[in-house]
């Protein structure tokens, strides 16, 4: 686990725009107070995954122009190893996860664990956390603001998007898409839910 301290998650959160410039203009609809609330109450808590320096990977997979589509999971893989990031990918060498397994074999197409031809193809592959810590729901709480920020941003900014929703949590960001959105909502079962449910509701065909 990593613990760092208000300071230093101030760094991070101030050095996005420098390190994703061309998600500069979504990082100007986070006030600062935001970020000065976020890095406090992130502050001195146990990160289980991913490392620091994944947090905010997706931002880094595709520019705002170039999304097609939009994946959104829960939280990432208590697994350092696993966790990469991206909702629902892992490192391509390692075996899948249950979820993972089940998409793999729903999509019926070649990707692999890291699902890496579906960012090449778009997709972007959010988490409504980003980071998954010790205390059960906190992270996805702390977050919550940042993640409604993104989804309407993109519901506002990308044509003809697909918004993918999947699981319980991940459907309350529904109610965020911009009123003025052309975008696509599918709703869908976590991957990972109990009997069957995310093969009974032919996930892909209603995308």
């Known amino acids: 686990m990593v613990k760092l301290d208000e300071k230093t998650w101030m760094g991070i959160l101030r050095s996005f725009s420098k390190e994703h410039p061309e998600w ?10 935001y970020a000065v609330d976020l890095a406090r109450e992130m502050a001195n808590t146990d990160i289980k995954s991913p490392t620091i320096d994944k947090i905010f990977v997706p931002f880094s997979d595709l520019r705002p122009s ?23 990918a892992i490192p391509a060498n390692k075996t899948p996860t249950i979820s993972l397994r089940n998409i793999i074999h729903q999509c019926g197409s070649n990707v692999d664990c890291s699902l890496s031809k579906w960012i090449d193809q778009g997709v972007f592959l959010i988490n409504a956390s980003p980071v998954l810590t010790d ?3 906190k992270e996805t709480q702390a977050w ?17 998007v697909t918004f993918i ?23 869908l079962p976590h991957p990972a ?8 509701a032919s996930p892909f065909d209603q995308i």
């Open 193 to 200: 839910a109990r009997g069957g449910q995310f093969a009974l």
């Open 165 to 187: 929703f999947m699981g319980k949590l991940a459907q309350t960001y529904c109610k965020y898409i911009g009123t003025n959105s052309r975008a696509r909502v599918v709703n």
């Open 24 to 33: 500069a203009p979504f990082a100007r609809t986070l006030p600062f107070e």
């Open 66 to 88: 170039d999304i097609k589509a939009v994946i959104l999971g829960q939280d990432p893989y208590p697994d350092i190893e696993m966790a990469i990031g991206r909702a629902f």
């Open 144 to 160: 919550t603001f940042f993640t409604a920020k993104l989804i309407k941003f993109i519901s506002e900014q990308c044509d003809d």
């Open 135 to 137: 205390t059960s729901m």
